[in-house]
Nanobody, 117 residues
Framework: QVQLVESGGGLVQTGGSLRLSCAAS????????MGWYRQAPGKERELVAK???????SYADSVKGRFAISRDAAWRAVYLQMNDLKPEDTAVYYC???????????WGKGTLVTVSS
């Protein structure tokens, strides 16, 4: 069973930093992409950042220059360093992996990030 477990969320003041982690140690297949999405109250889930096996990264415009995505060498963990956090970054953050060849997506249960003004 695929399990993605996020951690590192919490309450932080504006301008603060958090580092999210996602453990994907139970994966038994190759991964072509890992990413972070978020969903704020009353809004749709949106891409925050992703990293691919082609060694490309992409970010939502709203987080460019503030957030950085990284992964471990085995593609079994993905991280999101979030700096200069703003109240509009408040959301549940979800880890996501894309299975190689099948393009099936798997999701974690999310971790809440709250940024106070």
């Amino acid at each position: 069973q695929v399990q993605l477990v996020e951690s590192g969320g919490g309450l932080v003041q504006t301008g603060g930093s958090l580092r999210l982690s996602c453990a994907a140690s139970t994966l038994t297949f190759a991964v072509s992409e890992m990413g972070w999405y978020r969903q704020a109250p009353g809004k749709e889930r949106e891409l925050v950042a992703k990293i691919t096996i082609a060694r490309t990264t992409s970010y939502a415009d709203s987080v460019k220059g503030r957030f950085a995505i990284s992964r471990d060498a085995a593609w079994r963990a993905v991280y999101l360093q979030m700096n200069d956090l703003k109240p509009e970054d408040t959301a549940v953050y979800y880890c996501n992996v894309r299975q190689y060849r099948t393009d099936r997506y798997y999701w974690g249960k999310g971790t809440l990030v709250t940024v106070s003004s």
